[in-house]
């Protein structure tokens, strides 16, 4: 072993760049973790690798709806009931308020993040914990207009921080962009999130990550995207306008 570097025998990246065979001396054994997958391996000199763990599953989208209301409390409808030990996140942007949507803890709901500038915007979660689940889902307090958007996720264990949602009531295009450093120690995790206005207009484009449902009624607009993070570094998603309306883009890391 003389004059060999101990990270030698200690690597991490995706699966797929897992090396065939180390070079490392005789009769000691090399380890590397799998940033995508979560899988730990031994690989002893002359044997080959054996994996120490099952990994961790990524966190995946089950469905999404996003919704314009003029009665946020009457909750929003997903297209089909929610399974049981799923996590649910719903964001929500208030069509009239000068104060972020209450959140229904009542429903089992808990508040994430609230903003109270306008455009108010808040994110709230639960756990599903019954095979029996409703479709209809309530996870907001207040009556005011709004837009929602609501997703259910399997293989999610936590939220990471938030990345607040941003606003500008000139906003015409710009890039969401969550930090590098951060996102290395969540993989693999996934990014959902939604963009919403006053107004009618609906994004001329989403970049960066798979543009999802549109909703336009009420006087309010609004489109729901989401990004699978494994192994990206600095994953940006670029949104554009047409117009300068009052506007927010709310996102947030599952892993």
Do not use: H
């Not at 025998?9 to 090396?19: I, K, L, M, T, W």
């Not at 089909?80 to 942007?93: D, F, G, H, K, Q």
């Not at 206005?197 to 999802?212: H, M, Q």
Request: overall charge negative.
């Amino acid at each position: 072993m003389a004059g060999r570097l101990i990270s030698e025998y200690f690597d991490a990246g995706p699966a797929a760049s897992r090396p065939a065979t180390p070079d490392i001396a005789a009769g000691t054994v090399s380890q590397y973790f799998a940033t995508d997958t979560g899988v730990l391996s031994l690989y002893l000199a002359g044997s080959g690798w054996v994996d120490v763990n099952a990994g961790v599953a990524t966190p995946a989208v089950i469905q999404s709806k996003i919704i314009t209301t003029s009665d946020a409390a009457a909750g929003i409808t997903l297209d089909a009931a929610p399974a049981e030990n799923r996590m649910l996140v719903s964001m929500v942007m208030a069509g009239t308020s000068s104060s972020p949507l209450g959140v229904n803890t009542g429903a089992g709901w808990r508040g994430l993040i609230s903003d109270t500038t306008a455009p108010d915007f808040t994110c709230a979660y639960r756990f599903t914990n019954s095979s029996s689940e409703p479709a209809l889902q309530d996870p907001w307090s207040s009556t005011d207009t709004a837009v929602i958007a609501m997703w259910e996720i399997a293989n999610a264990a936590a939220f990471y921080t938030p990345f607040n949602a941003d606003l500008d009531g000139s906003f015409t295009s710009g890039n969401i962009t969550p930090l590098s450093d951060v996102l290395r120690l969540i993989q693999p995790g996934l990014l959902v999130g939604f963009t919403a206005r006053r107004s009618t207009s609906l994004p001329s484009s989403i970049t960066g990550a798979t543009p999802g449902a549109t909703v336009s009624a009420t006087g309010l607009a609004g489109q729901i995207f989401e990004t699978d993070i494994t192994a990206l570094s600095t994953p940006s998603i670029g949104i554009t306008y047409s117009g300068a309306e009052a506007t927010r883009r709310g996102y947030v890391i599952v892993r």
